[in-house]
């Protein structure tokens, strides 16, 4: 904690100590982002997508929620270099926003990523059917399982290579795609019969099914794009944080936009948003991914073998990363006093195995009742987690938004920050409405019926009440509040006046 903090009374130190090993290189930063947002979202959604809204329409969004994503790294970049923690976005929410604030996401998100690692399983087991009908797909799963623990158990380097070579295949293919479909699109390479530039003028193209459309659409880009944030968690065993962590940022803004908006104009151009086969939004059917289909107009029989590893390389690295994050969010919890202190202990390698073992406990748990357990509770686990993504989203925007104003309320210079965010103050204000306005639009159309449709509603939009009892129930249990500006903690040198009191409004 900086010495000119003022904490109030009730307050738990957020940071008391981080003993994490700083072993991670820009590379493995960049990979690490890369491969939390590069996934099925782009191989398999990405079809789906064209198919509701249309080329044009599913182009824009993307563009738009990609621009969003970009404003969001940057006022997390802001923060994660100003204080490289693991607890990343949920200790700036507690010490910018408000403690039961930054208890109710770390928890949510914490729990969120755990039930990911389950999904992960689930997907991966059912991936490997396709080469392995007749094995048991519960082997697979606990193999894969126990994979992933181990790439977290022994260093956090480890992870960093391995997460860095699971990305970049996933890199490769999709680099693959773009030079195979811009081939087929100048005529270099032969295309498919219903391929060309008139797919996007096509029926009701390219925008197609108006406003609500691209609403939907908007909530599977805004999924697609989660992970980008873990380059802010994994800011806590950065090398050089200074450096490395606003080069990945800007390395992984515009690899990913290009990686998106490319490949969706490639597919709106290649494969009609009328094809059938976009449609099917299924993970454990890549030969729908509209990735292998473009790979089979021009040719290549191989494209489902293909995509089905790379789409198993992509379930594996969003599991393997899930885990790493969940493990780093639940320490900086308990080191901060939001959780048992016994989660905060590390190995020597540093690494927090205790709550490494909780977050794979709580993973597998998840996976057995799905298979075992009443189907119903593990989709209310998987809905309650579902929006958590947003949440955070918006919890960076706010805590920067804040973090900023009391920069300046206790008379500090903004160009003292290692790095500050070029869009301050439209990036976060832009991003935080923006998050709120696809939360509260998931499943909108539900409230035109609301009598024969409440379970729906329920079952959509559970996330929400659940985030807000825990928020004020912290606020009612710790007497918590809002921090005021002049009690927000700064790493930087004592300024030499507080003339910004005189400017800035509470």
């Known amino acids: 904690m900086s010495s000119h903090s003022h904490p109030h009374p009730h307050q738990h130190p957020v940071v008391e100590h981080d003993d994490l090993q700083r072993r991670l290189k820009a590379r493995h930063l960049t990979m690490i982002a890369i491969g939390g947002a590069v996934g099925t979202g782009l191989f398999v959604a990405s079809g789906a997508s064209i198919a509701q809204a249309g080329p044009g329409g599913a ?9 969003m994503v970009y404003c969001l790294m940057t006022s997390l970049g802001e923060l994660a270099v100003h204080m490289p923690v693991a607890g990343s976005f949920v200790t700036y929410s507690a010490l910018y926003v ?23 399983l689930t997907a991966a087991q059912l991936v490997m059917q ?13 193999g894969f399982l126990l994979l992933m623990f181990a790439l977290n158990a022994f260093s956090v380097r480890g992870f960093g290579e391995a997460e860095y070579w699971f990305a970049l295949i996933k890199v490769i293919t999709v680099i693959v795609f ?11 390479m032969k295309g498919g019969p219903q391929s060309g530039w008139h797919n996007f003028t096509t029926g009701d193209a390219p925008f197609v099914g108006g406003i ?41 803004f515009w690899r990913i936009l290009l990686f998106y908006v490319i490949a969706i104009l490639i597919i709106g151009v290649m494969i009609p948003y009328t094809d059938p086969n976009l449609l099917r939004n299924d993970v454990t059917d890549v030969g729908v991914s509209p990735f292998a289909l473009v790979f089979r107009h021009a040719g290549l029989a191989f494209a489902a073998g293909l995509m089905n590893a790379v789409v198993l390389t992509a379930l594996l690295s969003a599991g393997t ?33 205790n709550a490494l073992l909780a977050t794979t406990a709580i993973g597998a748990l998840c996976f057995f009742s799905s298979l075992f357990g009443d189907k119903a509770v593990y989709l209310w686990l998987l809905n309650t987690s579902a929006m958590t993504g947003f949440f955070a989203w918006f ?48 499943n909108y159309q539900a409230f035109s019926d609301i009598p024969n449709r409440w379970p729906e509603i329920i079952a959509t939009y559970i996330g929400v009440p659940v985030f807000l009892a825990l928020w004020l129930g912290y606020r009612i249990v710790r007497k918590t509040r809002l921090i005021d500006y002049e009690d927000m903690p700064f790493e930087l040198p004592k300024p030499a006046v507080d003339a910004g009191k005189q400017t800035a409004q509470a």
């Open 321 to 353: 990363s899930s885990m790493y994050v969940s493990t780093r969010i639940l320490y900086g919890l308990a080191v901060s006093g939001r959780a048992p202190r016994w989660l905060g202990e590390l190995t020597v390698n540093g690494v927090p195995f």
């Open 130 to 142: 396709y080469w392995f009908p007749g094995m048991p797909g519960m082997a697979w799963s606990a």
């Open 59 to 67: 182009l824009l969004m993307y563009a738009l929620l990609g621009f």
């Open 98 to 120: 408000d403690e039961g604030f930054g208890f109710a996401l770390g928890w949510n998100y914490w729990f969120s990523l755990a039930v990911t690692i389950a999904v992960e």
């Open 178 to 188: 773009l030079g195979v479909g811009l081939l087929m699109i100048f005529g270099i």
């Open 212 to 252: 609500p459309a691209m609403i939907g659409v908007a909530m599977i880009a805004g999924f697609s794009f989660q992970g980008t944030e873990t380059v802010g968690v994994a800011a806590g065993e950065a090398e050089n944080p200074a450096q490395t962590i606003p080069r990945a940022i800007r390395r992984t």
């Open 395 to 442: 919890g960076i925007a706010l805590s920067h938004y804040r973090f900023r104003r009391g920069l300046v309320y206790q008379g500090y210079d903004v160009s003292a920050l290692a790095y500050h965010s070029p869009l301050y103050p439209f990036g976060p204000i832009f991003a935080g409405v923006l998050c709120l306005v696809i939360v509260a639009g998931q």
